[in-house]
């Protein structure tokens, strides 16, 4: 009986995980939920919460709460991580750290623009000012980091925003500038160095994504597979990329925003790419790729729907914009906040894309949505909202 019970558990286990949301654009950072209850398309506020202070980070969701960063102050010098019931918006707790690196940034983004990450044991929560803690799922601070200290000129005059990933034990940490460019591999127990890269010397506001169980780093001059626990580059596509965009995936492709979008395959240590479309240029907002089809937002506030096969495009739908979000998908719906606030939802289906509703919360919006357990998170400056 231990084995089928051993089976069962595992497969428990990884139907609770299947609606989590645990890192900047959800599941391999590919912004799509495969969790088997999606979101439908008239969703409606269920609750809101204020916020301490400013954000463009992404709400995640792990194990039925929402973790949120946040900071504040005259210098943007607190630091927050919040949790919050994702059923109820319940207040659960919250932890205030003071910054140890700079804190100058735009004043459109804020220090807390990275968005947190987790591996359902604990929460990663990185800031502008190259800060790092861990927190248990409880808010019992594990370890932190202030990484200017060991790498003091890793910083930009805009602020940084690639948010972390973690696999194999390893939190994946980018500080990619015009001086002291890296990216690191933190060990998830204590914080410590398990590599260090040096990466090209040009402001980077992508984040990384997962594929193949490597992690892909983007930049100026590319993107880098990496074997996360050590280090190690796999291979490379060196024909340039987006500093702002960040790539999609699937089980098959990486879809990079790179001479408009290039669709590569690595595989045993080379890169092949499949295809390139000129014409699918996206604005801030990062690709998507959603069944057999790739979704990109153009600056101009154009979806533009195309071919996963060949880049083909389909259909153009203009949505009330701006954008500084990227959209997110489940099931056949894409769901996106404009910068005033109007989140929309596209039915992909439709044969010219269609939105099918919207809702007006108010405030301004600069980061992308999470989704789980039939539900989608949006956080602005002010508030974080839940809509079901």
């Given at each position: ?154 910083s930009n005059s805009l602020g940084m925003s690639s948010s972390p990933v973690v696999i ?12 002291q460019s890296l990216a690191l591999g933190l060990d998830t127990a204590n914080g410590v ?96 790729a959603l069944g057999d089809s790739l979704f990109v937002l153009n600056g101009a506030g ?87």
């Open positions: 009986m231990l084995r089928p019970l051993l089976v069962l558990c595992t497969l428990l286990s990884s139907l609770a995980q299947a609606d989590d949301w645990l890192q900047f654009r959800g599941p391999n950072g590919g912004g799509v939920s495969h969790e088997a209850k999606a979101p439908g398309p008239k969703l409606e506020v269920g609750w809101s919460a204020e916020l301490p202070g400013r954000g463009l980070s992404s709400p995640i969701v792990v194990d039925g709460r929402v973790y949120v960063t946040a900071s504040s102050g005259p210098e943007q010098a607190n630091l927050h991580v919040l949790c919050f019931e994702a059923t109820s918006g319940k207040p659960l707790w919250e932890r205030v750290l003071r910054a140890t690196g700079r804190t100058m940034a735009h004043n459109k983004t804020s220090v807390a623009a990275p968005t947190p990450c987790s591996d359902g044991k604990l929460i990663y929560a990185l800031y502008s000012s190259n800060d790092c803690f861990a927190f248990d799922l409880d808010g019992q601070l594990v370890w932190l980091r202030g990484l200017t200290l060991d790498y003091p000129n890793a194999a034990e390893t939190l994946v940490v980018q500080a990619e500038n015009d001086s160095n398990r590599w260090k890269l040096e990466r090209p010397k040009a402001a980077n506001w992508t984040s990384a994504t997962v594929f193949a169980n490597s992690v892909a780093l983007q930049s100026s001059e590319g993107l880098t597979g990496i074997e996360a626990r050590s280090g190690k580059v796999l291979w490379k596509y060196g024909d340039g990329a987006s500093t702002i965009p960040s790539s999609a995936v699937t089980q098959d492709a990486i879809y990079v925003p790179s001479n408009g979008i290039t669709a590569l395959r690595p595989d045993q240590g080379a890169v092949s790419q499949l295809w390139r479309a000129n014409g699918l240029r996206p604005g801030t907002g990062s690709p998507l154009v979806l533009v729907k195309a071919s996963l096969q060949n880049g083909d495009e389909a259909w153009k739908l203009r949505l009330k914009g701006p954008f500084s979000a990227s959209p997110v998908a489940a099931g056949p719906y894409l769901y996106i906040t404009s910068e005033r606030g109007d989140f929309q939802v596209i039915d992909s289906r439709a044969k010219e894309g269609e939105v099918v509703h919207s809702v007006a919360l108010k405030d301004t919006v600069l980061c992308s949505a999470a989704i789980s357990n039939a539900a989608v998170f949006v956080r602005s400056d002010k508030k974080l909202w839940m809509l079901r």
